[in-house]
């Protein structure tokens, strides 16, 4: 959650953002400059199940595992030499993410196209900003002109996927929708004050982002720590 108020119960453990993408969605991708190929993203984290030639199983390593911090259902993979296809061309991407959940939602565009992702999956609108999806409702247009039809959640158990480290921080899906392809929070500054109560009383807090520049709320911290 990116709402202060959000911090403030002492049940709170545990504060993500969560962007992610059901297995189906489709990417294009390059390996060593090789001509791009369109990918699932399952396919693109299930190796074994893809040639291109034997490039993708000859570049993508398995990272070390991070299951003790996010749990037994994430799971990280290391990409090299990997491109996929964004609003101004293809970059470098290094890491997939896949994670088990209960459930997500369904969007659907005016040209039937369908997007499955987590709540808090961001997408670009037409006036170019990235909403979550959970907040997008009928008649709203994305980037590209495309219009939101419907939003439904779907309650079922499957795996959701995200690029991570993509440089530039978005990515194209075959059907035209701008991703973004990691998680900052929002009012990061409000939040964690809110979270102090609950700190205050013998709690910890574990920090994570991906890089976002120098002189924000995680850098600073950091530079204090040391």
Not at 79 to 104: A, D, M, Q, W
């Amino acid at each position: 959650s990116s709402n202060a108020d959000a911090a403030r119960s002492e049940a709170v453990s545990l504060l993500l953002v969560d962007e992610c993408l059901v297995g189906s969605q489709e990417v294009s991708v390059r390996v060593k400059g090789s001509n791009s190929q369109d990918v699932t993203l399952e396919q693109l984290f299930s190796l074994g199940e893809l040639d291109l030639k034997g490039e993708f199983e000859r570049n993508v390593d398995k990272v070390e595992s991070l299951k003790e911090l996010y749990g037994p259902d994430v799971e990280i993979r290391k990409l090299k030499n990997t491109k996929v296809s964004t609003p101004s061309g293809f970059k470098e991407v290094n890491y997939i993410k896949r994670i088990k959940t209960s459930g997500y939602l369904r969007i659907t565009l005016d040209t039937q196209e369908k997007i499955g992702c987590s709540d808090s999956h961001r997408v670009l609108v037409k006036d170019n900003h990235f909403v979550y999806a959970s907040q997008l409702q009928p008649g709203d247009i994305l980037f590209g002109d495309q219009e939101v039809i419907s939003v439904e959640r779907v309650e079922e158990e499957t795996y959701l996927y995200d690029l991570l480290d993509v440089d530039g921080n978005v990515y194209l899906t075959k059907n035209g929708v701008v991703n973004h392809n990691c998680a900052f929070i929002d009012n990061i500054e409000k939040t964690f004050a809110s979270a102090q109560q609950t700190l205050a009383t013998g709690g910890q807090a574990m920090l994570l982002s991906t890089p976002n520049g120098i002189g924000n709320f995680f850098h600073n911290t950091w530079v204090k720590a040391e």
